[in-house]
């Protein structure tokens, strides 16, 4: 229950995202009840815009469902972060993973590389209600709203994860892997194909090795003195 | 309608094969230190490329708009007030006041 309330806020203002979505997917041919489905079974936010803009640009399938596979990859290193914190088997283990988003990833990471698998469930719960029920809203009613740019809705896609990563800024060293994260990203938009940027820019947060042997090598030096 | 079905069928199969790989292959055992420190930062980088991927840029074309603007005023809100209700819909608002100028 704790990770609903936590997951709540997110929900809320994922469906505003998610009405974005379901206004933009008739621009790109699909239907309300295909744009509808698509939310309820694909469930990545990201993935989804991206895939509709391909289409909506006139590229072909797989292309669109390529592009929605990169945008997607940053679920990989979410995803072996996660994995040593499920039980059962390897199936057991796949199957629970579909609940990650990226809200609920950070709201269920206790902050020593473990996380809470029901704070994960719990905060996924109502973000899946407001995403599916946020595109049904765009999709039946997006012709009485009008314009999302109009209304500023593109925005709200970055807002929600600025916000995220405001989150994370506790100490200076996330603040200086956000800053290389972006910068790296940054670099590559104008070259690279949509979702690389975003998983290239991941390989800062290996900065974390050069503390991690720094602090290893200060536990020996204290065990050296001691002895 | 099959080119709709097509798509979702397709991202449906990538998204639960990348959402399930990590969990697949790593289970249930104790992590070293160095695989901890870097899962540990890998959530301000990813977000921080997310936020710069979509507000800064208009596919491969770096643009800054009203939306960055949004976007900012709405960080504003979510770091002052801590309310991520609050940041997107200041982003929406703000973004659609600066088009309608």
Known sequence: ?227 | MSTSVAVIAGCAAVTFAIKGAGPMALGGRELPPWFTSVIILLAPALFAALVATQALADGQRLTIGPDTAGVVAGGLVAWKAHSVIGCVVTAAVVTAALRAL
Do not use: C, K
Not at chain 1, 93 to 118: E, K, L, P, Y
Not at chain 1, 142 to 149: H, I, K, S
């Open chain 1, 1 to 227: 229950m704790e990770g609903v309330r936590a997951g709540a806020p997110f929900g809320v203002a994922g469906a505003v995202v998610a009405l974005s979505f379901g206004v933009v997917a008739q621009g790109a041919g699909l239907s309300p009840l295909a744009a509808i489905a698509m939310s309820a079974i694909v469930f990545a936010g990201s993935a989804q815009f991206t895939a509709i803009s391909i289409l909506a640009a006139g590229g072909s399938v797989g292309a669109a469902v390529l592009a929605a596979a990169l945008v997607n990859s940053r679920f990989l290193p979410m995803g072996a972060a996660l994995g040593p914190s499920l039980p059962g088997g390897p199936l057991w283990r796949a199957a629970q993973g579909q609940t990650v988003v990226d809200a609920s990833w950070a709201i269920a990471a206790r902050g020593d590389g473990t996380f809470d698998r029901w704070r994960l469930f719990g905060s996924t719960a109502p973000q899946y209600v407001g995403w599916v029920g946020g595109t049904a809203v765009g999709a039946l009613g997006g012709n009485v709203l009008g314009d999302p740019e109009t209304l500023g809705l593109d925005a709200v896609y970055p807002a929600f994860f600025l916000a995220l990563l405001l989150h994370e800024l506790g100490d200076r060293r996330s603040r200086v892997v956000a800053a290389l994260g972006g910068l790296i990203a940054l670099v590559l938009i104008p070259f690279a194909p949509a979702g690389v940027p975003v998983l290239a820019a991941s390989v800062a947060a290996l900065l974390g090795l050069h503390g991690a042997s720094a602090r290893a090598a200060a536990r020996e030096r204290e065990q050296e003195a001691a002895a």
